[in-house]
């Protein structure tokens, strides 16, 4: 069964975590975190809409690497069990590269 | 007695959930959440006012499905019985293709 | 006594609740609500006023069939006794044709 | 003495509880509420000043018969022992007529 | 030892309250007011900074009479020893006259 | 070691406090609060920015005498253990001449 | 294996705490703050976006000296188990010369 093709709305990022081989790990960790904080973007929203009403540009785009806060985002299990997350773009730290 | 038809003020969007088949679940599921997070747009408002009182247009429209929020949104029974959901657009998470 | 006339203000709506017959009831039901959410409009105020001092418009008028939120509204007894209810424009669900 | 003028500053509404003849009432009475919800207008502020220091217009003037809410406004006793209040205009309800 | 002069910054303003002669009482109480509520301007700030950036006008100035809120303002001891107290222009309810 | 000079961003105001002779007190005294209220500004910032991204002017410079609240600020000991203080300009109560 | 570059997004600062040397403090220290209070910008974001949509700059630049404050900001751990932080600009109270 064709998995849906989630398309995030205004300016909201659909994202998957970058698990971290634990061994070499060379990932980002925030302390206290039990796991990975780096993800990459499968998806972007259109972008959020300011007060005049008018489109405020997404800075990020499918395939970029971020570092993720450590709360927040909302969880989601797709088709093929697969966990994503879904974050306002104003709440992801930074890119990574 | 016909149904009467409910029509959504402001930015506010009516769905109606698309209910899952346990077994050959395909569907997109939020962790804890007991009931299918998919669903389908019956209706939509005219879109919100903003400052400077002119209307900001809907992105969603009758027919789109729609990935919803594991809280919020008011639970209204129809005639026929049948629940319906009234969101506003911004607290919905992303439509589904 | 002629009753008073009750002209809301700003973007205010005064309604009066549609009593629903239980046996055929029809009506749109809010669960857990212990009377009908449909009502009709007797009376809409002016509009707000936006941070410009702009009014802005109402979308509801006299007549109208509208579905009231489960929560919110200040109640008034009119000289008659009659139960009416006063709400923001902007917390009203929606219309009924 | 002569009693000393209230002006109110802002958009603040200067009023007088209208008793009702609890008799022959023909008041509007909020549930719950002790004394009369009607009022009658003595003086109104110059308005308010929105976010671009415009000067919002009152849509209140002295002499109009209003419906006040049952919670807020400022009690004031002034030299003849009178009650009075002072309200937000956005915080009154209706005009009366 | 000559008395610094109080500047206020912004929309506040420096008063000073006008004790009311028990007896022959004409003041303006607020019930459960321990003190007067009236009061005499002694300086004004030079007004707000509004979204825009540009000044907003104060509407009172120093001699002015006015009626205090029965909460709120930042009391000063000054090197006299007298009680003044610094409120912002928007929590002063009334002008006296 | 030469002492870092600290340069407050936005409309912060780095202060130090003028310390009161106890005996001759001539200075302005909040009630309750065990330290002096008066200040002496060392250094401010550029100035905030407003909604649409301009910076608004600081209305205090360096050597102004203030009043401080009896609330807020961030205090800093500086290398030679001198305690300062930052403030937004905002919180500033009052300039003293 | 090459440490990823972080690259803040929005209006956050990424910094690096300064140690100071205990014996030779010269460091700003807040009281009861554990470690030092100085820090070095790394990377900046591109600014935030005001309510029009458009851009508002950095104060802050790669390699300032930054005064932090003791509350705030997000930890991060980089793959050389480097302790940094993300602020958002506001947050930062000071540059140090």
Redesign the interface.
Known sequence: ?A????????N?V?VKRVEMDKK????????GAKDS??AVVLAV??GA?????????M??KEGD?V?L??FGG??????EKTKLL?FR??D??????
Chains 1, 2, 3, 4, 5, 6, 7 share one sequence.
């Open positions: 069964m998995s849906k093709r989630i398309i995030p709305l205004l909201r659909l070499t790990a060379g990932g980002l960790l925030l302390p904080r780096e929203g259109p809409v300011n007060v005049d009403g008018k489109k405020v540009d800075s990020l690497k570092l806060p450590d909302t969880e989601i299990t797709d088709s879904l773009e104003d992801i730290l930074a890119k990574l590269e």
